[in-house]
């Protein structure tokens, strides 16, 4: 999902207990939209066997954990974020045997594996939810969901003026069994998306089930969907007014970031740490990291007001890693991104977590073509803009990225240099939101097209088709293109990643020294490091800082002063 944000504020900086260490603390986590990635049985939609080929890929560009979105059984009313059941595989996706042999492959490798968790709500094809329907009123399962009577003479009005993030009322009416019109039921997100009820403890005791069904598959943790809209207000009360959406991520919303969210993370943490360290392959086949030293993650999406209340999430007895949506959602900009950096490292300090950075996912535009466009435009546009320039900026911030203390996420084809496709005709849009009025701009789909793995094929070897169209040219883009090309997009990634892990003054760690810069540039330092960006469209000169280790352009060092070029950031060991 995407919100808009409100700016910043500032955090504190107080000492507090930590988190143990561990791999995630400055980890780079690779997120896989797996019916866009590869596709393993020709039929156009990308599967668990097509992920499962391409991890010997996502080994040599040099992640540390793999994330997937969604492939539980769904009748993908959005995308898999509706799921009927949660210990089964969708079909199109593969099976449970699938999805075991890519796990062990993945810890053969040593890739960790982070799976997708929506316990916010089901799909109305979960088999609660239709006994519910079925059996009428006075279903014991209703409870389970948000069911109430509608308002007006003859309950014709929904319970409450809440808002669809989609679009439209947050409500639906049922019809019950005998075909007269029945209770209203709540659905933050599509009507097929109902809400589940965690006052209800068979909620809590289901999900308790589901997080030991898949770390007992082995997996390594959990990416916890609108993990900050779980618990709702008592008595579900009326906001007042409309263009609710406006307001998300400015307010505390009686349906988001409730206070009641932190006792059930609580208590998942519990489970999580029951679990032992695992102990894997050592040898090259491994990477010789991490292996060993650490455990199963949390981490949550959780769209807040501020980085403070984000923190909340990762208190040392709750989740491990909160998304940093504050940091994507910042404009190119030096003096923007100084401030959304400081706040973000201390905001986390006090609950000892790392910060996380991310640029681009599956709800928003790539930021390739974000920072193509002027600023403020917001996280979903429609315009191409300049791709010399973005894909030039998007360079740039993703070395700034990596050059940050904490964990970075890098989502699937940005290593690639990928711009959103924004023609898209409206006949092959899937986006549900695109379809509901009033709600999200619904142009997620054009960071979902599958991603080119070859200059040529029907589908630049993604599969046996794609289910959204390519774009000409796209086999240029693709991972053949780009492999062994000095300056290109993969390789640059490649070797951020490399250098950020061999690095002793890059990862893991909570606070930068800013040094002196002219307007528009920022220079950190980290340990034998200095970072150099110019987010500026013009080149400045300025001192050199060391040896160049890594450049997002090409740079000429000119005996003691260096014209660093627009919007390019350097890497320098000291």
Sequence with gaps: MTQHLAAPSTGPSADAPAHQNGWWQDAVIYQVYPRSFADGNGDGMGDLAGVRGKLPYLKDLGVDAVWLSPFYASP???????????????????????????????????LRIIVDLVPNHSSDRHDWFRRALAEGPGSALRDR?????????????????????????????????????????????????????W????VADEFRSILRFWLDMGVDGFRVDVAHGLVKAPG?????????????GNDVMPFFDQDGVHEI???????????????????????GRWWATGGRILVAEAWTPTVERTARYVRPDEMHQAFNFQYLT????????????DTSLAAMRPVGAPATWVLSNHDVTRHATRFANPPGLGTQIRTPGD?????????????????????????????????????????????PSFFRAEGQDGFRDGCRVPIPWTRDGGSYGFGGGSWLPQPDGWGELSVEAQTGVTGSTLELYRAAIAARRAHPGLGAGA???????????????????????????RPVRIPVRGSVLLSSSPVVTDGAEIDLPADTTVWWTV
């Excluded at 006052?199 to 068979?202: L, S, T």
């Design 265 to 287: 993370y609580r208590s998942w943490r519990t489970i999580l740490d029951e679990y032992p360290v695992k102990k894997g392959p050592e040898g090259p086949s491994s990477q």
């Design 236 to 248: 579900l009360p009326d906001i007042g007014g409309h263009d609710q959406l406006k307001l998300l």
């Design 387 to 431: 791709r010399a320039l973005g894909l030039r900026r998007a360079r740039a911030a993703t070395l700034l990225m990596l050059a940050l203390p904490g964990s970075a996420y890098v989502y699937q084809g940005e290593e690639l240099g990928l711009p959103d496709v924004t023609d898209l005709p409206d006949e092959v849009r899937q986006d």
């Design 330 to 341: 910042t404009d190119w900009d030096a003096a923007a991104l100084r401030e959304v950096i």
């Design 145 to 197: 969901y948000h069911f109430r009577p509608g308002k007006g003479e003859r309950g014709e009005l929904p319970p409450n003026d809440w808002e669809s993030v989609f679009g439209g009322p947050a409500w639906t009416r049922t019809t019950n069994p005998d075909g007269t019109p029945g209770d209203w039921y709540l659905h933050l997100f599509a009507p097929e998306q109902p809400d589940f009820n």
């Design 199 to 202: 006052e209800h403890p068979a």
């Design 76 to 110: 993908q009313a959005d995308a898999g974020y509706d799921v009927s059941d949660y210990r089964a595989i969708d079909p199109m996706f593969g099976t449970l045997l699938d999805a075991d042999a890519l796990i062990r492959d993945a810890h053969e490798l040593g």
């Design 511 to 537: 606070s930068v020294e800013w040094l002196q810069a002219p307007e528009g540039l920022l220079i950190l330092a980290r340990p034998g490091f200095v970072c150099t960006v110019n987010t500026t469209d």
